[in-house]
Nanobody
Framework: HVQLVESGGGSVQAGGDLRLSCAAF????????MGWFRQAPGQEREGVVA???????????SVKGRFTVSRDNAESTLYSFLYLQMNSLKPEDTAMYYC???????????????WGQGTQVTVS
């Protein structure tokens, strides 16, 4: 059973920073890609970043240069961590942010097998 748990969301003023964390339990992610998605009220879910097992990442144009993804590839454990450092936040970054895992190719349109419950980010 795979479980993804996000944390680190909150409210911040424009220009501020937040760091999101995703703990993936029961998921040996060393050979699969992971990602972050977001969904604002009334809008479709959009990909923020997808990252492969080697750390190669694809970012949405709207967050390039401001957001940085990183992951913990501890092969000897049954859990892994994915992080999203978000700097210079803008009001348009306000959304529910979801961690995802289990894709084959790290693209923003890939099919992800596992999803977290989300963590809210509000920028005012």
């Amino acid at each position: 059973h795979v479980q993804l748990v996000e944390s680190g969301g909150g409210s911040v003023q424009a220009g501020g920073d937040l760091r999101l964390s995703c703990a993936a339990f029961g998921y040996t992610s060393t050979k699969y890609c992971m990602g972050w998605f977001r969904q604002a009220p009334g809008q479709e879910r959009e990909g923020v970043v997808a990252v492969d097992s080697d750390g190669g990442a694809v970012y949405a144009d709207s967050v390039k240069g401001r957001f940085t993804v990183s992951r913990d590839n501890a092969e000897s454990t049954l859990y892994s961590f994915l992080y999203l450092q978000m700097n210079s936040l803008k009001p348009e970054d306000t959304a529910m942010y979801y961690c995802a895992a289990g894709c084959e190719v790290a693209t923003l349109t890939a099919d992800f097998a596992y999803w977290g419950q989300g963590t809210q980010v509000t920028v005012s």
